[in-house]
């Protein structure tokens, strides 16, 4: 009952601030935003225009002056304004009772592994500044795991590999903590400008961000596919400086992930080997569970399998598992306190 009326004045958020998308969810609601992490910046003044899906719709169709900047690299903060505007934007969306004194929400954020305690104290700061009361921080794997309702208190191994846009990164949790882990800044947009060397090499054609992921998405992969396809690349030839249409086949794209692809599983193979026997024996049983949107590329999990030899799947609805991992952590945080990352000493002493 009690805590019916809390969530009714509170509202407690937990967000997943990727590199590509922003997840929010609210407690006893569920998820309630899914934007992509794109601020419309007016370059001039400096003033912020747009943020979320309406900033992306206005990628190249503004004067020149107007950016549309990604305020996170590598899953880290690389504009810390636009990324406190971005978490305040979204804070504010997700607050559906505007009371003038509705109390500010407790938030928890999903941070890679492995991040400094400078980068957590700017996500904490972002997060205060935006609005948020108090801030808990979780560690993507550990909220994807929990997403994914493995059972990540118990002492036995699990291993996620959480591939977003910027970072991939591999986990081995047990007893509620994470075991060892590792994060290359490998993922989904090295994989688009893999594509656009490619594009640039043998073609000599620029293509731009959002037309490599488009590629990708649609004839990316790992192995060939059992029919072969090719889509047009739109760009501008870099000789004549027209612009231009090229096909493009599967094979070639493939040609151009592959280096990148075998960086990722080179970092699985590396944390499988670094993990304690006792817990690889559970891993084998348990298998590799797989999320984060890069893991969708075509046949990825099926080479993860075949270069381990542990079993492999992509957990359900991979892209929303860390948002809903740490939602549950929201729900239950008294059970849960424990996954959570220490913050208390990146507080500012009083
Ligand atoms: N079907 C698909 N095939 C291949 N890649 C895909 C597919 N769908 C989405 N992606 C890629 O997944 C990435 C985004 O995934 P996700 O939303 O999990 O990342 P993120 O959480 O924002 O990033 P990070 O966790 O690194 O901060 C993008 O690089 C996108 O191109
Ligand atoms: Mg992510």
């Known amino acids: 009952m009690f805590e019916k009326i809390r969530n009714l004045i509170f509202q407690d958020l937990a967000i997943d601030l990727g590199t590509s998308n922003s997840l929010v969810y609210a407690k006893g609601k569920g998820i309630v935003i899914r934007e992509p992490s794109v601020v419309a ?25 107007i950016v549309a900047t990604r305020p996170l690299r590598s899953g880290v903060i690389s504009d810390f304004e ?15 009772r505007k009371f003038i004194l509705s109390p500010r929400p407790r938030v928890i954020i999903g941070i890679p592994c492995g991040v400094t305690e400078v980068e957590k ?68 947009d090295r994989l688009n400008q893999d594509i656009i060397q490619f594009a640039e090499r043998e073609y000599k054609l620029l293509i731009g961000e959002r037309t490599a992921e488009t590629i990708k998405i649609a004839v990316g992969s ?8 090719k889509v047009p690349m739109r760009g501008r030839n ?19 992930l592959e ?3 075998r960086q990722i599983v080179s970092e699985i193979k590396e944390a499988i080997e670094e993990t304690p026997p006792e817990l690889l024996a559970d891993i084998m049983a348990r298998g590799i569970h797989l999320s984060g949107g890069g893991s969708l590329l075509r046949g990825l999990e099926v080479l993860i399998q075949k270069e381990t030899k542990i079993p492999t799947k992509i957990v359900e609805d991979p892209m929303t598992a860390v948002v809903r991992g740490a939602g549950m952590v929201l729900e239950s945080l008294n059970e849960l306190r424990d996954v959570l990352l220490e913050t208390e000493y990146l507080e500012p002493p009083r």
């Open 121 to 188: 104290k700017a996500v904490c700061d972002a997060a205060k500044s935006a609005g948020a009361s108090e801030v808990f921080l979780i560690e993507e794997p550990m909220a994807s795991a929990i997403g994914a309702r493995l059972p990540v208190q118990e002492a036995g191994g699990i291993l996620v590999v959480d591939i977003g846009g910027g970072t991939a990164e591999v986990a081995v949790i047990s007893l509620g903590g994470i075991v060892l882990s590792k994060s290359l800044r490998v993922a989904g």
């Open 41 to 65: 910046i007016n370059q001039k003044t400096g003033q912020i225009l747009a943020i979320g899906e309406e900033a992306r719709k206005m990628v190249g169709k503004t004067p020149s002056h």
């Open 259 to 261: 280096r990148s692809v």
């Open 222 to 229: 790992v192995y060939p596919l059992k029919e072969r396809k």
């Open 238 to 256: 870099l000789v004549t400086g027209l612009p231009e249409e090229i096909l493009v086949s599967d094979e070639e794209i493939r040609r151009a």
């Open 82 to 96: 636009a990324t406190e505007q971005m978490l305040r934007y979204f804070i504010e969306k997700a607050r559906t």
